[in-house]
């Protein structure tokens, strides 16, 4: 996938400019090099004007960083001038990698540390940039999207207090529930789906699948995933099933009320591979339970498709339902924080999202359209007619 040159030659909205948090250091490389490349290759004979000022250059990334005394609070530094400029900030609030130190000892970051070092830095643009557009792959606090009772509404209340700080723009990915939007309404707020990617890393990552219905099968592993399943399931034509969690409303275990069993409701997936997609794997715990229902049911091969792969509990449990034959293969996006012993797992295949996000901040950049990005039906089709052909598909269009 590569941006059709005729639509960018209109005038950018600003300079751009990409703020890549620490927590997103290495996705923001890659997003520069892709832009830095594609605007260098680029043919536009009013690039040397003054409106196109600044359009080629070496990077687009701003030197910005969060310092932190040893008490434990921070401050926001940005490094060059961003006056005028169409800014883009990276963040993954998921990233525990990153330390710092509290009165001498070792902290790893938390969401919440994540969130307030992205409005320190907002906070340090003086309200001088031409545009603020934030790009928050996992949506701060999306989990805590609804109030059952007397609960907090923290994405909301984010959301709200982003948009007050002046950001203009929000785009996330696999937004948990995409509704909690209208606590904005009248901002910019554009939820990626990644489904493209994935089905790009399945048939990258796999030579000898048979797409349709008497041989693949899309699972919904609970009711609130269904929405994404059925997409699925319609570009790929092929057949849909759903489990349903049974919990014990009683008891609350780590926050939640635990699962006591799954049930199906669909055809029968004998001999069928089965493809169970989910916005996020946390635990794994109910993924691998939905795998082994499907095996024991028959099922041929059972791959798990998740945008963001956390693994809260380790691989260990993975690794042991790879050896038994329970998972065939796990496919998340490296949109939040993969560890180096994930990315050496032989079950685990990593769906890179930065060119697509490359694509979207030069298309926002020059006020183009980006209907055609949020809806990648006829590509998929497209791909799965050349894997027809070939069992393999090349990089771009």
């Known amino acids: 996938m590569k941006p059709d040159d005729s639509k960018f030659s209109t005038i950018p909205v600003g300079k751009l400019g990409i703020i890549a948090m620490q927590s997103c250091s290495e996705l923001g490389k890659k997003v520069d090099e892709y832009l830095v490349k594609w605007r260098k290759e680029r043919e536009n004979k009013e690039k040397t004007s003054l409106a196109f000022n600044e359009y080629q250059k070496d990077t687009y990334l701003i030197n910005a960083k969060c310092p932190r005394f040893g008490s434990g609070e921070a ?50 643009t003086g309200n001088k940039t031409k545009n603020i557009t934030v790009i928050m792959p996992f949506l701060y606090e999306s989990r805590q999207h609804k109030r059952s009772s007397r609960e907090s509404l923290d994405c909301a209340l984010a959301l709200q207090e982003l948009n007050s700080m002046g950001v203009n723009n929000i785009i996330t990915f696999d937004a948990h529930d995409p509704r909690v939007q209208n606590a904005i309404p009248s901002s910019g707020f554009d939820n990626i789906m990644p489904t493209y990617q994935f089905v790009k890393a399945l048939l990258k990552s796999t030579n000898d699948l048979q797409i349709d219905s008497d041989h693949m099968m899309i699972i919904s592993p609970d009711e609130g995933a269904m929405q994404r399943a059925m997409y699925f399931s319609n570009v790929l034509g092929v057949d849909i099933g759903m489990f349903y969690k049974r919990r014990d409303y009683s008891t609350i275990v780590d926050g939640r009320n635990p699962i006591i069993c799954h049930e199906f409701l669909g055809d029968s997936v004998e001999g069928k591979d089965v493809l169970i997609v989910d916005d996020m794997i946390s635990s794994g715990e109910s993924m691998m339970d939905v795998a082994r229902e499907l095996k024991r049911r028959k099922a041929k091969r059972v791959f798990c498709i998740s945008t963001f792969g956390l693994f809260t509990n380790g691989f260990d449990k993975f690794d042991e339902c790879y050896k038994e034959g329970v998972i065939e293969k796990v496919i998340t996006t490296n949109l939040t924080y993969q560890p180096p012993e994930l990315l050496e797992r032989e079950w685990y295949v990593s769906s890179d999202m930065s060119k697509y996000i490359a694509i979207l901040i030069e298309s926002i950049n020059h006020d183009t359209s980006i209907s055609a990005l949020l809806d990648p039906t006829e590509r998929i089709k497209a791909r799965i007619e050349e894997y027809k052909v070939n069992h393999t598909i090349t990089e771009d269009l």
């Open 75 to 124: 401050k926001a530094l940005i490094q060059d001038s961003v006056r005028g400029v169409d800014l883009y900030i990276l963040v993954d609030v998921l990233n525990y990698s990153i330390q710092y130190s509290l009165c001498g000892r070792k902290n790893c970051m938390s969401p919440d540390d994540h969130y307030q070092d992205l409005k320190r830095i907002i906070s340090a």
